[in-house]
């Protein structure tokens, strides 16, 4: 019964042990997650405080402040899925203490039972006639095992006993911990909502000031848009001579796709297989604007297509390969900005936006090594890079390919 007894206390224990580690981990990485938006809202407030009260950048404030009332809204939904989990722990951490207490009523009840029956039995005199009323040496011997582990269990349960009330009063300690966590984190999440209701009203006001002049920046846009399409025009056409080049000394001579060597084709399969692993092409930074086509976050009535994404990062920021490869081209874009093309197998990234390169065609370049710096307008003072990943001629959304973008 004693032994029956410990072995469904351990095996209760690993199940709410196990449990509990994984909302552990859950819960670290929603802290991990809120620890890099608080990140990205502080770098954007700074971003804010360069645009903000200049009329000509209207629509940069704009979208600085939708990005950032975007990430609070992330940032509160981190937060309360963290009070969820956090109010998990605690529902399990109850459990695990309830549990220990009732194993700790059952282990003293026992315990005192068999204090009670050594009592009745405790005298030298008793063991010994024990011993002597043994009807042969054999039967002898079996007693005198018996009143060893006797003893030693009687032992053991004392020590089970004071583990469990340490292990009682360690989860009590956690319990408080937890409780005091989740109340900061309710005082978190209301300070967020405050702070987020400002920012609405700001946008809101600055809203207004955009839909006077909405014709206005909608040609703006529509300008932008074509210059993009120029530039993306001028890349693939990069990529498919490139192509027909591979494809020379063979019969795809009208494929739009690379013809690899032995060593090109193992450089795609690791390209491949890092596919949601592949370091971001900065350092520090945040996603302006997504792959894909979709309405102007502040001109609604105006429609982008973006082939990649455009990351916002510091100024004399450096952008960097996210793969090892070879540099396919350098180009010079509008306004004497550079891009930079990177080859990995049949996959090619590309890096716009550059005020100035510190690679040329040919040359091999390992995974985040820097290639250029990134441009930073004058007039509006951000920092932006242009990101494109493409497999042959065909264009991917790099978040499906950066880690955690």
Do not use: C
């Amino acid at each position: 019964m004693q032994f029956k007894l410990k072995n469904i206390f351990i095996v209760s224990a690993l199940f709410f042990s196990i449990i509990i580690s994984a909302q552990n981990s859950k819960r670290e990485n929603l802290e991990e997650r809120k620890t890099q938006i608080k990140k990205e809202i502080n770098y954007l407030d700074a971003l804010l405080s360069k645009t903000k009260k200049v009329e000509k950048n209207l629509l940069v404030e704009v979208k600085d402040l939708n990005d950032k009332i975007n990430k609070r809204e992330e940032l509160i939904n981190v937060i309360s899925r963290e009070s969820s989990e956090l109010g998990n722990e605690i529902y399990l951490n109850q459990l695990e203490i309830n549990k220990n207490q009732r194993d700790l009523e059952a282990l003293k009840k026992d315990y005192a039972e068999m204090i009670f029956k050594s009592y009745k039995n405790k005298s030298q005199n008793s063991r010994i006639m024990f011993l002597l009323s043994s009807e042969n040496f054999y039967q002898g011997y079996k007693r005198f095992q018996y009143m060893k582990q006797y003893s030693s269990f009687r032992k053991n349960q004392a020590e089970e006993i004071q583990k469990k009330t340490t292990d009682l009063q360690v989860l009590t300690d956690t319990l408080i911990s937890k409780k005091k966590q989740k109340q900061d984190l309710l005082v978190e999440h209301k300070q967020e909502q405050t702070i987020i209701q400002k920012e609405k009203k700001e946008q809101e006001n600055l809203l207004s000031q955009v839909k006077g002049k909405e014709n206005k920046y909608k040609r703006q846009i529509q300008q932008f848009q074509k210059e993009e399409r120029k530039i993306e025009a001028q890349i693939d056409k990069i990529i498919r001579d490139a192509i027909v080049a591979s494809n020379k000394n063979t019969s795809n001579t009208t494929s739009a796709t690379f013809t690899l060597t032995a060593e090109a084709k193992e450089l795609a399969a690791k390209f491949t297989a890092n596919k949601g692993q592949l370091p971001w092409p900065v350092e520090k930074g945040y996603v302006s604007t997504y792959y894909g086509k979709q309405p102007h976050p502040v001109v609604k009535t105006a429609t982008i297509q973006s082939n990649g994404v455009r990351i916002t990062t510091e100024s004399d920021s450096k952008a960097r390969a996210v793969f090892e490869g070879t540099v396919l081209s350098v180009q010079v874009l509008g306004g004497n900005l550079k891009a930079v093309l990177i080859q990995h197998g049949d996959y090619i990234t590309v890096y716009k936006n550059l005020e100035n390169v510190f690679v040329h065609i040919g040359e091999k370049v390992k995974t985040k090594e820097e290639i250029g710096t990134i441009f930073t307008d004058k007039i509006t003072g951000k920092t932006i890079l242009g990101f494109v990943l493409l497999r042959n001629v065909t264009t991917e959304d790099p978040a499906s390919w950066i880690y955690k973008m």
